[in-house]
């Protein structure tokens, strides 16, 4: 190892908040690009005959967005070593020899990040086994299920081990009121298993149409009893349109931000 390699090790590596922080950042560049690729595929292929029948083939549109992400950030990576995202919140990608990613490293980082965040990262199919219609109100109950890795990043690094979840979901709502509670039960090897226990409380300040952006204000509870801070308290907000949902909060316990997004396919 060489004094500059070794000075480079030691450099500071950013806390996982500002990960995610950046990682929003660059969402919210990325699915413009993605709206802009789909347009660009119906003016070339024309409406179809059905409302049923996508204008876009799926091999298609995922093609385009994989293309995309990885144009993005192999762009970005090799011309600085950032994203604008990265570059808002001081994140840098150096080799250890302090060089940008070439070409071949950034496309590795950018599919194994893709493969990680999808099936060879975590498996989590959720099954709808029972649905309430009422007046006013619709309520739920799901079954769900998750295979992928765990990692112990405690003081006594247990390291890794392959994890797996079963649980259940259920949840009532008015188009103004929102109450929901989940459990799992986790299997983890080595790291031991655990159970957890999530309860949710909404209110919509508005009421949207179908199509429309819905907004709710949330607070959940969680509690597991394996941490150290068994029971956290997290407020949050909702978005969601259509098939894609948003969500932002602040752990208060754990003083660390939150963040989700689902996209129904």
Not at 203 to 224: F, I, K, N, Q, S
Request: with cysteine.
């Amino acid at each position: 190892m060489t004094p500059e390699s070794a000075s480079l090790n030691r450099l500071p590596s950013p806390p996982i908040w500002r990960h995610m922080l950046a990682m929003l950042y660059d969402l919210l560049l990325i699915l413009p690009l993605f709206m802009a690729a789909t347009a660009i595929w119906v003016a070339i292929l024309g409406p179809t005959d059905s409302i049923a029948e996508p204008t876009v083939p799926r091999v298609l549109q995922w093609a385009g967005w994989l293309l995309i992400v990885i144009l993005f950030f192999g762009i970005f990576w090799r011309r600085g070593g950032q994203t604008l995202g990265m570059q808002a919140w001081r994140i840098k990608l150096i080799t250890q020899s302090g060089e940008r990613p070439t070409w071949r490293q950034a496309l590795i980082r950018v599919v194994g990040a893709l493969l990680s965040a999808t099936c060879l990262g975590l498996i989590q199919p959720t099954w709808l086994a029972k649905r309430w219609y009422g007046h006013n109100y619709q309520a739920n109950v799901y079954l769900t299920g998750g295979l992928g890795t765990a990692t112990d990043r405690s003081v006594a690094g247990l390291g890794s081990d392959t994890a797996s979840f079963v649980g259940v979901m259920t949840d009532w709502e008015t188009r103004t009121l929102f109450v929901s509670y989940e459990a799992r039960f986790l299997e983890q090897g080595k790291l031991g298993n655990h159970s957890m226990h999530a309860a949710r409380v909404g209110w919509a300040p508005y009421t949207g149409d179908t199509g429309e952006l819905h907004t709710w204000l949330m607070l959940e509870v969680d509690h597991r009893k394996h941490f150290d801070n068994k029971t956290t308290v997290t407020p949050l907000l909702r978005f969601f349109k259509g098939p894609a949902l948003f969500e932002a909060g602040y752990n208060i316990t754990d003083s660390a931000p939150m963040f989700n997004f689902t996209y129904r396919f």
